[in-house]
């Protein structure tokens, strides 16, 4: 999120923002004819960072679900399965962190544990001396390994991980030396940012473009599922949710292959910080753009595709399906893992989100949080046609990252309340205040970056599925970067417990927002926010 500082700067510097909100216009149009044309422009690809094309559908009465009593949990949640992979684990094999300070710690254990492979998808790794202690750790694994087989497989955002002249490819650097045939470290470069659009976007705003965003950390059959990058703060004090789901081989090789997967697609870091491709594909950016769009979705789709054939020829075999299966009192979790590509035409994430949010039955409950709220029309437009209760946990200025920040920086965390204020207005307006409840996670000197949702159903006192992952809910999430989250489906009374748990640890340091809420000192909004946020709020 450090990359809208310079958007901010940009559109603030010596831009006045009617010249801003002008531009905008001119690009949308450009943009529209481009779609109508089939040649393509690398300065056209800002039009989506300036203006989400908006297409609501009439708003009919929301009509009343049938609710679902608990023991039909399976089969409620059976139409998930209909597109992805379906993974039958033990409730007993999901272990919920609570703290940064436990994600980094059983990191740490399982990279000394680890004796065939280490996967390790982030957005960037840190420079500190806690990111270095990590790296030391996998040196000392490999060390000991000698020629066991032990592979390091590492994959990061290019322009994220290059921003600076230290970054997370000079500290991998020392490794990648040592260890070259163990070690893979690749650099995902966005198809969208190429030609003028490269050459003219600067350092930082470059990441607005578009991002690997995946966060899961593998070791062995282990894996821990997250939103927290790996960076002292991920380690330290900004919340975030992290799941490790053990010995989960099957999880653990689809999540494997499918980093391999966009590892193959990606920029590959030599000994030297030079970077290539593999032989034979194409170039993210210099070669064509649907070309490589096109090989992205082949070598991905490859990915869930065998396995969900894999699952169904198993299932078949067992005679053990997700709608008629043999009750079997300890398989009663299953995980599913959802992927959101938009630059691939990959959108699975998407559509298992909204079809949870339509089916979101009457009385049924959903708790749903997000560091940055800034949803999509199509989720927002969800959440208020729908009849669940809704409790949307959000930053508070303080614990917001920009917060205090010099300059125009600092007027970040109030573009976010002004847009919390819309969306309560709408709330409002509608007369939904008992039926979507807004909140705010304040702790001092924290900073907040869980997102997910828990699904309460009707008439159940603890959550019986949980979305943990990357994406935030918001437009990049949908349409620029890469994401994968899992949608984790349990009838284990046990686990249900510990999801509560980790749901309530983080409302219990949350505060209602009211209309009194934006009427504080600490909440103005500068008119000038107000006027730039439309125009850029799809940077977030």
């Known amino acids: 999120m450090a990359a809208p500082v310079q958007c901010w700067r940009w559109l603030s510097s010596g831009t006045s923002v009617a010249v801003a909100a002008l531009v905008s216009r001119m690009i949308d149009r450009a943009c529209r004819m481009r779609e109508r044309s089939s040649s393509r422009s690398s300065w056209l690809l800002l039009a989506p960072l300036l203006g989400e094309m908006r297409h609501l559908p009439s708003m009919s009465p929301p009509h009343k679900p049938i609710s679902v009593s608990h023991p039909s949990i399976r089969e409620h949640f059976s139409w998930i399965s209909e597109e992805l992979p379906a993974f039958n684990i033990s409730g007993s ?146 919340q975030d949710r992290y799941i490790m789901l053990r010995d989960c081989k099957e999880i653990a090789d689809f999540f494997a292959e499918l980093i391999e997967a966009i590892g193959d697609v990606s920029m590959q870091l030599q000994p030297d910080d030079t970077v290539c491709i593999q032989e034979g594909a194409v170039h993210p950016f210099r070669g064509n753009r649907k070309e490589f769009c096109q090989a992205a979705n082949r070598r991905i789709m490859e990915v869930v595709n065998t396995a969900r054939a894999l699952k169904s020829n198993k299932t078949a075999v067992e005679n053990k399906s997700l709608r008629e299966s043999v009750e079997n009192d300890q398989l009663d979790t299953w995980v599913f893992p959802l992927i959101q590509m938009k630059p691939f035409g990959i959108r699975l994430d998407e559509r298992v989100t909204k079809r949870l949010l339509v089916e979101a039955a009457d009385d049924s409950r959903v708790y749903l949080t997000s560091g940055y709220f800034n949803l999509t029309h199509a989720y927002l437009d969800l959440v208020l046609g729908t009849r669940a209760d809704y409790h949307i946990l959000m930053a508070s200025p303080e614990v917001n990252g920009f917060f205090g920040a010099k300059g125009v920086a600092g007027a970040i965390p109030a573009a976010y309340v002004h847009i919390a204020k819309q969306f309560y207005d709408r709330v409002c307006q509608q007369g939904q205040q008992n039926r979507i409840q807004l909140l705010e996670y304040f702790r001092s000197n924290w900073t907040f970056h869980a997102k997910g949702l828990w699904y309460y159903l009707k008439e159940t006192d603890r959550p019986c599925l949980t979305l943990i992952g990357s994406p935030n809910f918001g437009y990049r999430s949908v349409h620029r970067d890469l994401e994968a989250q899992v949608a984790i489906v349990t009838a284990n009374q046990s686990l249900q417990a510990k999801l509560q748990q980790e749901q309530e640890l983080l409302y219990e340091r949350a505060t209602a927002v009211s209309a009194s809420t934006f009427e504080r000192p600490n909440r103005y909004v500068k008119l000038w926010v107000k006027l730039v946020t439309p125009l850029i709020k799809n940077f977030f």
């Open 93 to 238: 094999q999901v272990c919920v962190l609570h703290s940064p300070a436990e994600f980094y710690q059983v990191m740490k254990d399982s990279v000394k544990l680890a004796k065939r492979r280490i996967v390790m998808a982030s957005l960037y790794l840190g420079t500190g001396p806690l990111e270095q202690e990590l790296v030391d750790s996998i040196q000392a694994v490999l060390e000991e390994s000698n020629s066991s087989g032990l592979q390091v497989s590492i994959l990061l955002d290019y322009t994220r991980g290059s921003r600076g002249k230290i970054n997370s490819r000079t500290i991998l650097l020392p490794l990648l030396k040592k260890f070259p045939r163990q070690l893979r470290v690749s650099l995902y470069h966005t198809p969208d940012l190429r030609g003028l659009l490269k050459l003219l976007v600067p350092e930082r705003f470059n990441e607005t473009i578009g991002l690997q965003h995946i966060k899961v950390y593998l070791f062995d059959d282990s894996l821990i599922i997250s939103g927290a990058n790996l960076s002292d703060s991920y380690f330290t004090n900004r």
